[in-house]
């Protein structure tokens, strides 16, 4: 069994930045695999139905579409277990630890039914939407697959954000490689009929993402066995309903922040697609490069509420920490941002052959590289809050940043002034910009307010 003395896991408040800075990049190495390994099912997934034509491609890309709005609002929830788990941990505090696990489940098993009713009804919701009717249909039967993979993916995150908030990192990141190889091998079966298995063409991807989301919890409960025996209470032990309440409170906010993000997208998304096939696939393109570097500072965000967790709950000073897990944000999104500042052309030229979209995208991709300054520094920020256990005001900060103020300038810049998808991007830009001096500005005055800074 790992050890469960807090100092070991903590160490001194009082080592130098670099020694910090080594401790941040340590436990946030094995989640950024994992975050890529989550990145990777999805490409495999496009690649294999890509293989059944352009209309199958399309469905799965709508019903996904779908998906990911509905549970990134769950997923989202999960990380209140951050500033609980963490903070317990720090201090030694066993019983709130397990408490903490009980209580995120708990939410888990609440917030499920509601996913999977919701992609029960994919398809007339997508019709209200105004999508495709010929690719209804099978993007509806798609969310119907996955139905059955709600609980075990909402199992996968509450046990992966529990892990992480104790600093055991590397779980998830096992699990979710593991999960690959299941994913893809379930993908080549029931996609295209292999091992006397009917061909189920698009929908068997689906099944085998329901599947790879359960095997994922289980592989998460047997890797971290000695974590949760260590802490678990038993189902005998009673939940107390004010608990229970705090929890899900936490976990909305966060949830809420989180769907506001990907919202904002989704919108971004569908301004730029009506101004047709070209500047569509050029944001698609800078937006999937985006996502990649992404990883990297979401990690460290990862690691960034863990470690903040852990010395607010030993009661010792965490100002060093915040300010170097935010300088390493914008730090590792440096490179990113030179390459597509410098070398636009060479990077989309990846994915297309298409002169117009080349055009295009290398003029978005320039603005891409000030969004990812801006979009390090906010997720790293974001995390060393959530440690700190400061959820309710930060997640304004999304709904200030995107929806007040990003997304209605890029609507008049692309439409209004005629700029078209380069004017939607700085709103992005803009919109980034503004949620990371708001969050910048709450961790200095969360600062000044705690006791042990």
Request: charged share 10%; hydrophobic share 60%.
């Amino acid at each position: 069994m790992e050890a469960q003395v807090p100092s070991a896991a903590i160490q001194a408040a009082d080592d130098s930045r670099r020694a910090e800075a080594a401790r941040l990049l340590r436990l946030a190495a094995p989640v950024v695999v994992a975050y890529l390994g989550t990145v990777a099912m999805g490409v495999v997934d496009t690649i294999m139905v890509g293989r059944l034509g352009a209309g199958a491609l399309a469905a799965v890309a709508l019903a996904n579409t779908w998906t990911f709005g509905l549970v990134i609002v769950a997923l989202g929830a999960a990380r209140a277990l951050d500033p609980i788990v963490a903070q317990a941990h720090g201090a030694g505090d066993r019983r709130t630890v397990g408490l903490g696990f009980s209580l995120g489940l708990s939410m888990g098993m609440l917030l499920a039914p509601p996913v999977m009713v919701a992609l029960a009804f994919a398809e007339p919701a997508l019709s209200l939407l105004g999508q495709p009717r010929e690719l209804l249909p099978p993007a509806g039967a798609y969310c119907r697959a996955l139905i059955w993979g709600v609980p075990g993916l909402l199992g996968f995150a509450v046990c992966r954000q529990y892990m992480q908030a104790l600093g055991r990192m590397r779980p998830g990141t096992v699990a979710v490689i593991l999960a690959n190889f299941v994913n893809a091998g379930l993908n080549w079966v029931l996609i295209f009929g292999k091992l006397g298995a009917p061909a189920l063409g698009a929908l068997g991807s689906g099944y085998a993402t329901a599947v790879s989301q359960w095997f994922m919890f289980g592989a998460m409960l047997w890797l971290g066995r000695d974590s949760v025996r260590g802490h678990w209470l038993g189902w005998r032990e009673r939940l107390a309903w004010r608990s229970l309440g705090r929890v899900l409170g936490m976990g909305s906010s966060l949830g809420f922040q989180t769907g506001l993000e990907v919202w904002a997208f989704h919108a971004a998304g569908l301004m730029i697609g009506s101004l047709g096939a070209v500047p569509l696939a050029a944001h698609a393109i800078a937006m999937n490069l985006a996502t990649f570097s992404f990883m990297v500072p979401a990690g460290l965000s990862a690691a960034a509420a863990t470690r903040v967790g852990h010395l607010v709950g030993a009661r010792l000073a965490w100002g060093r920490t915040a300010r170097v897990a935010v300088a390493l944000g914008i730090g590792v999104m440096v490179v990113p941002a030179v390459a597509f500042v410098l070398a636009p052309r060479v990077l989309v030229g990846v994915y297309t052959s298409d002169a117009a979209v080349i055009a295009l995208a290398a003029i978005l991709l320039p603005l891409a590289g000030t969004f990812q300054l801006f979009d390090g520094t906010q997720v790293v920020a974001f995390g060393v809050l959530r440690g700190a256990g400061d959820i309710h005001v930060p997640s304004a900060a999304n709904m200030v940043g995107y929806w007040l103020v990003g997304l209605p300038v890029g609507w008049l810049l692309g439409f209004r002034l005629d700029q078209g998808a380069p004017g939607v991007w700085i709103g992005l830009v803009l919109s980034l910009a503004v949620i990371a001096l708001l969050l910048l500005g709450r961790i200095a005055w969360v600062l000044r307010r705690a006791r042990f800074v």
